[in-house]
């Protein structure tokens, strides 16, 4: 089971989305952490034992823009195996620097793939337009993103319906970003600033439903649960589908070690006033939503072990590179130090237009041998670069 951990950097946001407590509209306390302070806050992820984190942001371009996103992931490169990034969808030339940086991973969920009803709940912002958020994850693959997350916001639209239309989707993206893993969430809505109530329910025993459904229709889905489902359903869905979960969450920014106090400040309309504290309120930044299994890391990580499962905090390590082999029409060979294909490939002298690069049985692109994305990453040992014209 691999664990994970959401980093909320930002609780700016210029949409206006009715189910979400980051909406504009919403009179929070809002703050954007600066990089020592998105520091601060992972290296308490790390001193719990993750190795993988999700970077998350309410969508504001002058808060939380793809240079502010690529400089935290560069701060964070060096300590995390993997990082992955949750904001508000981009152009592809916008992603471009964030993957560079040391990201590997996007997730951007639909909320609601009824076009009628995302209407009517995101009523100002960037997010009304529905296509651009529906091509998105297309864009980041574009831009080098590996990890692809999607998923639907159960609870402003029948979830039968959400399903297959989510399950439409799933099929797409195998078919057309079929170098990336793809992973899918299931959300169901949970109180937040603002108020709103679920417009549809989804009971546990249906919950279980989709996550067997989508198991037995996709088996190669990564499925993730977060701490928005109770701690006892997490276990028993823990053996059932799910390869993905989110432990010891904080939805805030600064939530983990109380960063960002000193520049806290509270909209009214999306007009920044001064943060007039009311009784007994926290000196906290707002959370999109509360969450419901409030268990630690460690805890829930015992859960697993009990159960016969294996806590992954991370999924590679460096030592892999060394136990990496690589294949030469056949034979094995030494990487020789290679970073990148493109370095491989010239070492050996090998002509380019006659080469095909496989990697766990994968095509690799010609325009991606120059990237260190797929090269220093790998999690698994078997790379192989055959040259047709060599054979025959």
């Keep these: 089971m691999r664990l994970f951990a959401p980093l909320y950097l930002s609780n700016e946001c210029i949409n206006n989305c009715r189910y979400c407590g980051f909406s504009r509209d919403n ?7 600066d990089v020592d302070e998105v520091i601060t806050e992972a290296q308490h992820l790390a001193r719990q034992g993750f190795r993988q984190i999700l970077l998350v942001a309410g969508e504001h371009p002058k808060f939380a823009g793809h240079d502010y996103l690529a400089e935290c992931v560069r701060a ?10 949750e904001v508000g969808p981009m152009e592809t030339e916008d992603y471009v620097p964030i993957v560079e940086a040391g990201a590997e991973g996007l997730v ?9 009803i995302y209407a009517e709940m995101h009523t100002a912002g960037p997010k009304r337009d529905f296509n651009f958020r ?24 029948r979830w039968q319906d959400e399903a297959i239309a989510l399950a439409a989707h799933l099929e797409y993206l195998f078919k057309h970003c079929w170098q ?5 969430s299931l959300p169901r809505l949970r109180p937040a600033a603002g108020g709103f109530h679920p417009l549809f329910s989804m009971t546990d025993r249906e919950l279980v439903q989709l996550v067997c459904a989508l198991r037995i229709t996709f088996p190669q889905l990564g499925i993730v649960l977060s701490t928005r489902e ?34 806290l400040h509270r909209t009214v309309r999306g007009r920044i006033v001064a943060p007039e504290y009311q009784d007994g309120e926290d000196e906290l930044a707002t959370g999109q939503f509360e ?26 390590d460096q030592s892999s590179l060394r136990r990496m082999t690589i294949s030469l029409n056949g034979e094995s060979v030494d990487a020789r130090e290679a970073k990148t294909i493109a370095e491989l490939v010239d070492r050996y002298q090998l002509p380019p237009q006659s080469i095909l690069v496989e990697h766990n ?6 325009h991606e041998w120059a990237r260190a994305t797929h090269w220093p990453k790998a999690t698994a040992s078997n790379s192989s670069v055959s040259s047709p014209a060599a054979r025959s």
């Design 27 to 33: 009179p929070i306390l809002r703050v954007t952490l």
């Design 108 to 116: 951007v969920y639909q909320e609601t793939y009824n076009r009628g």
């Design 230 to 263: 109770r701690a006892s359903l997490r276990d028993s869905l823990a053996s059932i589908g799910v390869t993905m979960m989110s432990a010891g969450s904080h939805t805030e920014p600064g939530g983990y070690t109380r960063q960002g106090r000193e520049h």
């Design 291 to 316: 969450i419901s299994d409030e268990r630690s890391p460690a805890e829930i990580a015992a859960v697993l072990r009990r159960r016969g499962l294996e806590p992954v905090w991370k999924d590679w």
């Design 134 to 157: 529906l091509d998105c994850v297309e864009r980041g693959y574009a831009a080098g993103f590996r990890r692809l997350g999607v998923g639907a916001l159960i609870g402003l639209s």
């Design 361 to 366: 049985g994968f095509a690799v692109h010609r």
């Design 180 to 184: 990336a893993q793809i992973t899918v």
């Design 76 to 85: 964070l490169a060096p300590d995390f195996s993997s990082i992955s990034i």
